[in-house]
């Protein structure tokens, strides 16, 4: 490798060679970070029942504050690590974020009021909402080009798991202890996580380069090939690199001026539903008779259903680009729905709607993630993604507030969730347009 090198050889250097070891490492702790990083993401809904009935809230729009305050920090914390990760590293961003939602988890389960629960939930976001954004950049800059898709959206799956999680605790749990035991849990395992990173994950060698540490980006590059690492002298700078900026201004040059809007209205769409979803369904489900074991399990089959999708859309999204998040958001919008329509009519058929949503609705977050790694050059991977996740988290601090409102209103069950379906139709057309005007940027 000669002194001339460009970040764009050090890409090439990493799809000429078959996934190895090293890279398996990577995608392993990534997908831990993920699966914890979901759990303490999701834990409030599995948490709401019981602390409604501890602390004796009879207000559903003060529970719905409860929920959202987690999500108002990541709408803050997306955007501020993914500052971080361009400017400083993906790895030092990911372990700042992690010891600062596993800390506010573990300490959740000590609030002694909805006011102390809310705070610790906020600060906890902040974290919560800077791990996606570094960790789809680091998967993505550590993989080769044929396997990046599923690769980024395999790592984000990690997310249902963790999000299914607490209805385990919920259920083995204390009666008693039901909400402290579900923070607590998520805390302890981000801990654990957290030292499993700290000890073995690497920083992005792509990431390394363009920021001029270049001796560190041909030690792990030499990790992933196989090859001693070679001596070089600087590079000079990658023409047309973008100085990392807290400012979402760059996202809209380089013919990005439309395919960021988009795609941040299609974040948004996406989780205002998925929130609603997760927030409130063992809420209503259970003030609809159905036992908390059952609500909980729907909430669970909801996430899990998003594995299947996200893998399912990872193949499609390779050949159709957009077009299959287009059909995602239109199988999303009457699955979730069906949710309300079924009730509890019938347990067996609120399983399948539920699966049905989640494959559609979760697993099209993952791909959305995903294409953001193909839209976003490397100085600004990680602040591309970063800020469609904290737009998204815009809709899905909107989700649990316009719940609660919508609950507040008395509304029958069937029209709640068929409020929520609404802005996955908008999603969809937002795919389309994107796809019809921009297709050459995303679609390979």
């Not at 974020?97 to 389960?109: C, E, P, Q």
């Not at 609030?111 to 993505?140: H, K, Q």
């Not at 609705?361 to 959305?368: E, I, P, R, W």
Request: glycine share 12%.
């Amino acid at each position: 490798m000669s002194a001339s090198m460009t970040a764009a050889d050090i890409a090439a250097a990493i799809d000429r060679t078959p996934v190895g070891g090293y890279q398996a490492r990577v995608l392993a702790l990534s997908f831990a970070l993920i699966v914890i990083d979901g759990y303490c993401l999701l834990a409030p809904g599995f948490a709401a029942p019981s602390i409604a009935r501890d602390w004796a809230i009879q207000d559903e729009s003060r529970l719905g504050v409860v929920l959202a305050a987690s999500l108002l920090g990541m709408i803050i914390g997306a955007p501020l690590f993914g500052f971080i990760g361009d400017r400083f590293g993906r790895r030092p961003a990911v372990l700042i974020a992690t010891a600062i939602f596993a800390g506010f988890t573990a300490l959740s389960a000590f609030a002694r009021n909805p006011t102390d629960l809310a705070v610790l939930r906020f600060i906890d976001g902040i974290g919560i909402g800077g791990v996606t954004s570094n960790i789809i950049a680091l998967v993505s800059e550590c993989m080769p080009q044929r396997m990046r898709t599923l690769a980024v959206i395999g790592t984000l799956t990690g997310t249902s798991i963790g999000g299914a999680l607490p209805a385990l605790v919920r259920v083995f749990a204390p009666p008693n202890l039901v909400w402290q035991s579900i923070f607590m849990i998520g805390g302890v395992a981000g801990g654990i996580v957290f030292l499993l990173a700290l000890a073995g994950l690497p920083d992005s060698p792509i990431s390394l380069w363009v920021r001029g540490q270049h001796a560190k980006a041909l030690a792990i590059l030499s990790r992933i090939t196989a090859t001693s690492p070679v001596a070089t002298a600087p590079a000079p700078a990658r023409t047309g690199a973008t100085a990392p900026s807290l400012s979402p201004a760059s996202l809209f040059h380089d013919g990005l001026g439309l395919v960021t809007p988009l795609l941040w209205l299609m974040n948004f769409a996406n989780f205002l539903a998925i929130f609603f979803v997760v927030s409130w369904t063992p809420y209503l489900l259970e003030a609809a008779n159905v036992t908390h074991e059952r609500a909980a399990l729907v909430n669970a089959v909801f996430s899990l259903g998003g594995i299947a999708g996200g893998l399912i859309v990872a193949r499609i999204i390779d050949r159709r680009g957009l077009l299959a998040l287009a059909g995602m958001f239109a199988i999303g919008a009457p699955a979730v729905a069906a949710i309300g329509l079924v009730g509890a009519a019938n347990f067996q058929l609120l399983l399948f709607a539920a699966a049905l949503a989640g494959a559609a609705v979760v697993g099209n977050q993952f791909a959305l993630g995903a294409i953001s790694t193909k839209v976003y050059p490397t100085d600004r991977r990680s602040a591309g993604a970063g800020w469609a996740l904290s737009i998204g988290r815009i809709g899905s601090l909107s989700g649990p507030l316009l719940g609660g409102a919508l609950v507040a209103a008395a509304l029958p069950l069937p029209a709640l969730y068929g409020y929520a379906a609404v802005p996955l139709v908008a999603g969809a057309v937002a795919s389309l347009a994107l796809f019809g005007l921009h297709r050459p940027a995303i679609a390979t």
